[in-house]
């Protein structure tokens, strides 16, 4: 297997996480005789500082040749004010490459169980959930859209819209995923209420029936919010819109624990010649403790083994990076970020923790 990626690793954090995804991704390779060239280009703060712009027309281009790209984190204050912002980088590379389907796991380590906001016995069951949330379309992007003033009174408008393609290929994204799980679909909705969530139900539906081996269930939205704070062992994978989904994803992240553990995945349209994938932490660039060598790199390290599974079909090398991360965490050394109160182990730095995850696989 010959691979080619793109790496970029952005500002604040970034850059620290992004050398331990790629320090383990060497020991990866040499392990599972894969062969993957890596390529570092410029995003973000670190683009508008060199070139002015925060997503240049190389970084783009080399995206667009790779087989996947991770991307660590972007922004920082010293941009705050800047005409161009650096996460018009993000938003301008998830457009260009056409990612319409951001995939989220929320996974309580049974290491880190106490620092879920949740209570133990709550958690104690097991929480390994996948949020499907599709990313281009919904009401952040319907239209019409926008504020006027009528007889003297202010008034803004949003369109909630989806047509049956835009539902139908993210269906097949969380039935596809469900099947290499646990085989179980919750589609959410709000078909109470709304059109757009009766639509989203019925080609949801029709979809199903090429997934004969994949339970589905439908849940409304409100209701889904609830469940995920009673009973969140219930899920295996969530599928739903943008907005909603958007809401879903940073609730089931609140029950995972720390920022610094969650690892996410944007997929493009395959049929529309892309299928380029894009894998980065949850997290953001952290300026607080930027170039302190104190950040958590196992979101960016688990970002990494989505990509094996999810871009290389590299199930075996992708369940062998999330061992050692298991590992290190059962070894006692941890960054501050996941010690809770008690902690009574090691607190490690960025750099050692990627060498321990190294040299665990
Ligand atoms: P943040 O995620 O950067 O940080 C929130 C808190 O979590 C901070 O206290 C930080 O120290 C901690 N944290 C985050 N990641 C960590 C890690 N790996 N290890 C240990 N601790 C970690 O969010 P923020 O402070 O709201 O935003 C900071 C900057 O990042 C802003 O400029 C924001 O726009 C940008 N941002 C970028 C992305 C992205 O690139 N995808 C996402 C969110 C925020």
Not at 17 to 26: E, G, S
Not at 52 to 60: C, F, I, Q, R, S
Not at 72 to 97: F, S, T, Y
Not at 112 to 120: I, R
Request: overall charge negative; aromatic content about 4%; proline content about 5%.
């Amino acid at each position: 297997m010959k691979k080619h990626i793109v790496l970029l690793p952005g500002d604040g954090i970034g850059p620290e996480v992004i050398a331990q995804a790629r320090k383990v991704l060497r020991v990866v390779e040499k392990k599972f005789g894969l062969s993957v060239d890596t390529e570092d280009a410029l995003i973000g703060g670190a683009a508008i500082d060199a070139t002015g712009e925060p997503l240049p027309p190389a970084t783009l281009e080399a995206c667009k040749k790779a087989d996947a790209v991770i991307l660590g984190a972007v922004g920082g204050p010293k941009w705050d004010k800047a005409p161009k912002r650096p996460e018009a980088g993000l938003l301008g590379i998830r457009k260009a490459l056409n990612l319409f389907a951001n995939l989220r796991p929320a996974v309580v380590f049974p290491e880190l169980a106490e620092l879920s906001a949740l209570k133990k016995k709550t958690v104690e069951r097991g929480i390994d959930i996948l949020v499907v949330r599709e990313l281009t379309g919904d009401v952040y992007f319907g239209q019409p859209a926008g504020e006027e003033t009528k007889d003297g009174i202010r008034h803004a408008f949003n369109t909630m819209s989806y047509n049956e393609e835009e539902v139908r290929r993210i269906a097949r994204v969380a039935f596809s995923a469900a099947s290499s799980r646990r085989g179980r679909v919750c589609s959410v909705d709000k078909s109470n209420v709304l059109h757009v969530s009766r639509l989203w139900r019925s080609v949801v539906e029709e979809t199903h029936r090429d997934y004969p081996d994949v339970a589905l269930s439908h849940m409304y939205v409100d209701n889904c919010a609830m469940q995920l704070v009673l009973n969140p062992s219930q899920f295996d994978v969530i599928l739903t819109g943008n907005l909603f989904g958007d809401i879903l994803s940073d609730e089931a992240a609140a029950i995972a624990g720390s920022l610094g553990m969650l690892p996410s995945a944007s997929l493009s349209d395959a049929a529309k010649g892309g299928g380029i994938g894009l894998f980065e932490p949850v997290h953001g660039s952290a300026p607080d403790i930027a170039g302190q060598d104190r950040a958590n790199p196992i979101a960016a390290v688990l970002s990494l083994s989505m990509m094996l599974r999810m871009s290389f079909g590299q199930e075996e090398a992708a369940t062998a990076v999330e061992n050692a991360v298991h590992a290190v965490l059962r070894a006692g050394v941890r960054t501050a970020d996941i010690t809770g109160p008690d902690w009574k182990g090691e607190i490690a730095g960025c750099a050692k923790t990627g060498d321990l995850i190294a040299e665990r696989i």
